[in-house]
């Protein structure tokens, strides 16, 4: 019986799908304690986007350890977090002519799409919220409330309320509007919908199997919102920090939520931050009204500091691109080549091989592990084999887990 | 304009009290900007048990950035996790003969309330939870609900069910059974209220204001859960790791927790952690029914790992002890020889000056912060000044901090 | 200032409609006190089906009185009651080979309506209930969560919660399937829908409008809801008792409900009476588990049971349904004269001009009213005018009551 | 197998405590099909204060039946409902310089507990209303909420909310304030509780145990409600009407509710009635806001106004009290003279013995039945002997009724 076995709580589940022990781990390689090499599709469920231990931003928060920066200050000043706030509003929100607060949360996605989910209600004096099906957005009760599992749902152990749930963009087939229904109830005063505080979605649902909304479907939910006073929220806590090509998931997609949220690559090199952006006008928050230990990482800030130097120019997010074009490619003809049928979705460095089934999915895994790669499912019943390299990944390595990939895939 | 005030949202709270931007950190000393320096009586709420920037956690987290160790990898089993593991189980809880295993959360406090309060739920199959007044629990909805505070409730925006709120001990005054309704309450079938999945309290309400449970409370909580069936969860976010001059507050109570909520000092160095201890007949958790992204903080696992040093023997709770005593005496004699009417409360190094209204504590901590003193208030109204120093701090720096806030409140 | 104004509380409104004081009603005429004779159109709400003060059942109401029969009884048994079940039994049930046994709740339409949620939750352990839009169930917390209308949610003051609100047939246009978003999400795990305990709605929907919904439609969400573990409760409150021409509004309709709510026109005489059909095998009622102190309304069971009289054989439903078809005639032609728009919906003696704005339906019932016309409105806004005489009008009265209101309309 | 056990739903309850059927009733008697003879010592749960088919009202009930008066009305405007109010406010109400307006609700208590919860919701902008043990107000979902058996509370299937329960008077002992915790609770803003928009309470709990509030406890739930702005709400469905020898059970007792709930004995003969009594400044409905079919219950108007022939002078309630000092004082003395512990509550006409389990309670009811005498029990587990003769019971029935009772009791 291992250490984990004996000591860790049974609810451990990625270490399951890869029963070893890990050690170290370089850009898009992971080494186990025995030695073995793994190439890494999965970067922390979108937290790597600059690969494991990427050396500047290492550079940079070891300088500031040894400088004896501040390291943890909850939500007073430091020098740290004013340079984050300097350089993400001069790189990111400037240049796309975006105009948000920012409000640093605790450093997980879910207390970031609560305080998200308060202010929303708080904004408008209303109770109820639209969330999509498929969704996820954390597992605290009020984040868990917009997430669609159902398993997820049970384990909460009371009633999940205040919450009017949609079907998402694709989610009744192809062509099919699938807001019709709500704006139909919403425009009537005897549907039993109230106008709701906020509209909650992700461009991209990434735990939800990778499912992207098409731009005509985001502009319609963003009319909707604004026609009924209710605030937009993209959680964009996967799909942003350039995943998708683009910085946020929603560039080119003609929308400008009301509040944004932000967490997992914020922070840059794996620990944890959480950001949510608020237009200006939407800052009404008492001072003190949503608090939380760890909402000034410094750390965090150095290391998020330091990933903002990849966006001063449009070079590495057209590498983003290239390597996403590229990996779809690739993809595509995994795809036609497979004896089995498989739903090929994804943008950017984000892409999903819908298998059909949860078991077909875990055997790709299975077997993809027995090649040394590390890829994770996702979406209902875990049907959906997730593509994710860290964007930073070498054109080789990434070759060769797409090599290994189709080796798997088409063996089945 | 400051960045702050023009980029950062308007729910910043503690850097009104102290509106400097800080820069360096050492120990219990803080420097601002433009070098000023400060003593620290906050310890970042509880975070920073060991200091700031703490030099032998530093090393072990540079020795570990430098050598490449996984710095992010969810719930995947790292040797870093294994380590901290082995070494919780054998310094803290084979000594105490205590037998739990670990679940490490979302690495924030509120995450970790949220675990234990689904875990409870799951395991009696009950949905009711008795939480007191003044105690504090967090910001997400379910540990929200548990939150006594009125401003936090309202800031929720929609209903905070399923909680049964009792007074806490002490709350009707002294030698009142706070329990008794309760009890009675439950003995009866029309009394309206059911059978609790669980109680979940702080054994000494920081947030709430520094009150002290006392041992025969607590001991009647325990058999009143016992009694129903309900779980013990001790929510010892604030006061383990330590700072009572004993690794858990609880210890030498008598009460032996179903579930123990830690965050905060767990971590070390003051990067995010969370852990929560269950029973291991109750850890009925299927894999994956809670999950989070930042569930394996490497680096929190390092430096909370090398943090444990501290417990090996009985030399620093010890240390921990007496400048609690010596806090104390000094405490005791600076309310005596105040003109105002102060009420102390609090044990080894956790103490709270009740001033009798927020208007008061907060011209104690507006005088001390001008004599470069950080101490923050707590309690109902914020009538509470809490003097929580790092315990690593230096007799002569923690003396020179008293003569600082005896200066204060003498001219009050 | 009258006696209503000064002590009868400002809720009061179909008062305000028709702002005179009435005295006596014989079949479909009423006077007020001023001896002004009027037709009803109303039918209380669709109570009064046998007419006020019908004869016969008068006759079997004064008796029961002068001969001291029990009044009173809550749900003990009563020769009364003992009578009134096996007329119905033997009358409705069996030639309809229907075996359902019969619950008498507290009596009125809200009270059977709040007893079938209660043992459709019990029974399935489930604990959501789909309910439709423009639905109308009931004024009190669990059959209000139910009802569509915002203007009575408002006046809830609270949450009303555990409902899945579906759009109606027709809700979405013509040939809409409105169910397949709820099929699809059912199918689907993560969804964020569960399944409901229930299905609840009416076949017609009264209250919201007179909508009717479609056989195919009605058989539909009967295999959905029997897919998925769920009971369907018909709740033909309004509907049933003749109303369209079948005893119960679902005949000839195709479905078999699990639970049917009946009330309003049950007792016949226009006094209360509620009764919930349970299917023998879903009765699963602890002995008091749901009581109500006017369970047992006998003169409404010797009423009732006079009633009963009017459904020994097809004559009276024949003369009910030749009315019907007669009015519906009328009405088409009035429709078609009608310089505004107007859509004409109903069957059975149960009618509705959707007039398109509240405004427009209000000023048909002023004017009917200076016709000494009794005819309410209906539907989201007020929007419908409601064609509803008892069934047992004469014909003369009937097309009296068609002139003017065809004068009213053919004037707009 | 009777028509009951095959077609009257198992939820059936009183008619197992008493298996025979009733077939008539005249004032304190009633008579099985068989023509045995039974004294009513339960009157109908409080309905039947003037006895079973009492005279004068059935004398007014067949007259306005015979002259074809209104019936069935909704809320509009009826001669009977004006002779109603007009009687009432002069009778009842200004004789006790009490001003309120009367809501006629659904006729049903609990319909008009929903009532005046959504009215006190709606007048404060609050949604917690505060509750007490033992209380029963109902068994819809937010009459529910408020009653306290668990039982009703587990067949609701959903959460009841929004509730804050407190002890009632004399729960906790004798000379506990159990209005403390509470009081303490709403001084304090971090006790979770907030300020309610209610306290609702029966002065005496009827169906809770006969247990009766004191002056200065109902006194001092009058002031804090006052002193935190929350409303009044006195549940009087089962204690009024002369019950307690006043036409209301709070007189005398120095408080003047918001709120007043009126049922069961207000309309007289057994028939079905509610009244809502709203103070005038508090009557602050929209017209049409909270509905109801059976509002306008002209047959419970004709009887109830006849019944209001009891109070216009002092004459009959000095005869209920003497009666009810004459059956306490047998009551004390059967008490004394019983082998086991029984306590003895009450006043007026509603006396309980409290037998100490539901099993000797449960054993006195199916003897006195044995003894032709309807008895029923009450309280937590139905431990109490609810003593609750027709107000108008003849002397010689009540001895009659008594001495079959202490038969019984001392047997025991």
Chains 1, 2, 3, 4 share one sequence.
């Not at 979108?46 to 290492?58: E, I, W």
């Not at 975006?98 to 202010?119: C, H, R, S």
């Not at 549907?191 to 709701?196: A, F, H, T």
């Not at 909304?213 to 604004?226: D, H, N, P, Y």
């Amino acid at each position: 019986m291992t250490v984990f076995e004996r000591y860790e709580s049974n609810v451990r589940g990625y270490s399951r799908t890869w029963p070893v022990v890990f050690d170290k781990a370089l850009n898009a390689k992971q080494w186990d304690v025995d030695g073995n090499e793994y190439i890494d599709f999965f970067s922390g469920a979108g937290v790597l986007n600059f690969g494991h231990n990427n050396p500047k931003l290492r550079k940079a928060m070891i300088d500031y350890l040894e400088a004896e920066g501040v390291t943890h200050s909850l939500d007073m000043h430091s020098r740290s977090k004013e340079q984050f706030i300097e350089r993400f509003v001069n790189t990111i929100l400037k240049p796309r002519k975006m105009d948000y607060k920012l409000q640093f949360t605790g450093p997980t996605g879910t207390n970031v799409v609560e305080a998200a989910l308060k202010l929303a209600r708080k904004v408008t004096g209303r109770r109820d919220v639209v969330a999509f099906t498929d969704g996820f957005h954390g597992m605290t009760l009020g984040a868990l409330a917009c997430t669609g599992n159902q398993k997820f749902h049970q384990a909460a152990g009371v009633d999940l309320n205040n919450v009017i749930r949609v079907p998402f963009d694709g989610y009744l087939g192809e062509g099919v509007d699938t807001l019709e229904p709500l704006r139909r109830a919403l425009e009537d005063t005897s549907s039993g919908i109230n106008p709701p505080a906020a509209f909650i979605l992700e461009t991209i649902q990434a735990e939800g199997g990778i499912n992207l909304a098409t731009k005509e479907w985001l502009q319609a939910v963003a009319k909707l919102a604004k026609d009924y006073g209710s605030l937009l929220i993209v959680d964009d806590i996967q799909a942003a920090v350039g995943r998708t090509g683009y910085y946020f998931s929603f560039e080119n997609l003609g929308i400008e939520p009301d509040l944004i949220c932000l967490a997992k690559g914020i922070g840059g090199y794996g620990i944890p931050m959480g950001v949510l952006l608020i237009k200006p006008e939407l800052d009404q928050w008492e001072p003190g009204e949503h608090t939380g230990t760890f909402r000034g990482q410094n750390l965090s800030f150095v290391a998020g500091t330091a990933a903002l130097d990849y966006f001063e120019n449009d070079e590495f997010l057209s590498e983003v691109r290239r390597k996403g074009e590229f990996t779809e490619e690739r993809l595509v003809k995994i795809v036609e080549a497979a004896k089995v049928d498989i739903e090929l979705r994804g943008t950017g460095m984000i892409h999903g091989l819908d298998m059909g089934t949860g078991e077909k999915a875990a055997a790709v895994v299975a077997k993809a592990f027995e090649q040394n790669l590390i890829i994770p499912t996702c979406g209902p019943s875990g049907r959906v084999v997730k593509v994710m390299p860290p964007l930073t990944i070498e054109d080789e390595l990434l070759i060769e887990g797409l090599d290994r990939l189709e080796k798997v895939i088409i063996s089945l």
